[in-house]
Structure formats: C-alpha cells, structure tokens
C-alpha cells in the first residue's frame, strides 16, 4: 500500500470517479468556488491533483488560465484530449503535489484548488503539511487556496463500522466498494472491486487506497500554520452547510497573508 496513488488511478477507476459528475455538477462546483472567491477578473489557476481536468476545463471556459497538476498519466491523458476539442489552452503537467513548488514561479498563482478529496494521500501526514506549504510558495501574497477533503469527524460518524456496499455505475459496470476508519491513525481504507462486462470479454479490476484524514480544528492549523487565514468554510463542494461534527466533507477557502 506505500505510495498506493502511484498505481491506483486507471482508466476504469477514472470512469468509476468522475463520469457521473460530468457535465453540470462539474459546473456546479465550480460556480460555488467562483462565487465564494468574489472575484470578476480572469485569474491564473493551479488546479492541485486535477484527474481528468473536469474543473480545470470549466474554469478556463469561464474565462481564467489554468494549469492542472496531477500524477496520473491516465488521467492527464484524457485531459488533453478534452482540452485540446475544446481548443483551450490549459497546460497539464505530471508532478508530485508535494513538490509543487520545483515546478512553478515563486507567487505564480492567484488561486490554487484542491477539489474533489484528493488531499491527504500520502504514508506520511508530514507530507500532506508540505503539500500546503508548497501550495503557499507558488501562490501570490493575497492569494487564495480552496481545498475540499473529507472531516475528521464525519468520518467517525460515517465508519464508526466497517461498510461494504455494491451498486451498478453505469449499465454492465459494477462495483464493490469495502471502507473501514483506522482511529488510531485517523486514515481511511478502501478496497475497490470493479467488474466490467461491457465487452463480451469481462474484466475485474481490484484495487485499494488510504487516505490521512482530518479533524476541521485540524485542517485549519495547518492552513495558519502554512501563512494562511480562514475566510470561509462550507460542507460539499458545490455548496451547502457544514456541521463540523457530522459533515462527510469540509470545503476550506484560505487567503494567504505573507510571503
């Protein structure tokens, strides 16, 4: 399981992830940014673990220049492709989010988003603090960072037991989706089976993943501790009240204050 995301995001888990939220609860999710950000003019956009560049693509159709960073040539791949259709000029890259600042300018960025609870992937919790120090290195003084993962402390109420649970994605596309919480280490478990028997040759993906969660107490010192102030915080990403004790996910917009 050492650095699962390295090998975890293929074609089919991109299916599985994020073509049902195609179209417009993309567009929704990224409106309620825009609209918590306040902000007219077009903003340059680092989108942080961008997968197949749903959000990078509706932020640049709304008139802003994005770069998508992620780690996963499967997905980087299909976002090309997309973007390129679509004759708009986002640059994607492959990279480390923890290592974001070898890539970019110093204060390069008016926004950086971390979307869709990819944060918090690493074997070492360090590293997800790194990660929001490197976010504020390549962010401008003033600038913002909207980050949306999963509260600690919903998750103590969602897993207080172990969950198995099955369904059908899309027609002929199973899968099987086994979850448990490690309270003492406060990191989530997943064991994904995905059947596809789409083709007359069925296929079995099996796979697993972990992720470092956090209490909103928690995720906000980090934020300050990084330089940054808490402007506001809502639940899941395309709006809606947040319960600090009981909300699944917590969506974070911070301001940078100092260089």
């Known amino acids: 399981m050492k650095d699962w995301w390295k090998d975890f995001f293929k074609p089919v888990t991109g299916e599985v992830m994020f073509k049902s939220r195609a179209g417009k609860p993309t567009r929704l999710e990224v409106e309620e940014v825009l609209k918590q950000l306040r902000i007219k003019h077009p903003l340059k956009i680092l989108d942080l673990c961008c997968g197949e560049g749903r959000h990078s693509i509706v932020f640049a159709q709304n008139g802003h220049k ?10 980087l791949k299909v976002a090309r492709k997309e973007a390129g259709q679509l ?4 640059k994607f890259i492959k990279a480390d989010m923890k290592q974001t600042s070898r890539y970019f300018k110093k204060e390069e960025f008016d926004v950086a988003v971390s979307l869709y609870n990819s944060f918090g992937y690493f074997d070492k919790r360090s590293d997800d603090f790194k990660t929001i120090k490197e976010v504020s290195k390549v962010l401008k003084s003033n600038g913002y960072f909207v980050i949306n993962t999963i509260n600690g402390s919903g998750a103590k109420v969602r897993l207080k037991n172990p969950i198995s649970m099955g369904h059908e994605v899309f027609k002929n596309l199973f899968m099987i989706d086994k979850a448990y919480l490690d309270f003492k280490k406060m990191r989530t478990h997943a064991d994904w089976t995905i059947i596809d028997a789409r083709k007359k040759k069925t296929s079995i993906f099996r796979g697993s993943f972990q992720q470092n969660v956090y209490s909103h107490n928690e995720m906000k010192d980090m934020l300050k501790k990084a330089g940054f102030k808490i402007v506001k915080t809502w639940g899941v990403l395309h709006g809606g009240a947040f319960d600090e004790r009981t909300s699944w996910h917590q969506t974070i917009l911070a301001q940078k204050i100092r260089s």
Not at 66 to 75: I, Q
Not at 87 to 90: A, G, Q, R, S, V
């Open 87 to 90: 004759k708009l000029p986002i």
């Open 66 to 75: 994005v770069v998508g960073l992620d780690y996963a040539n499967n997905f």
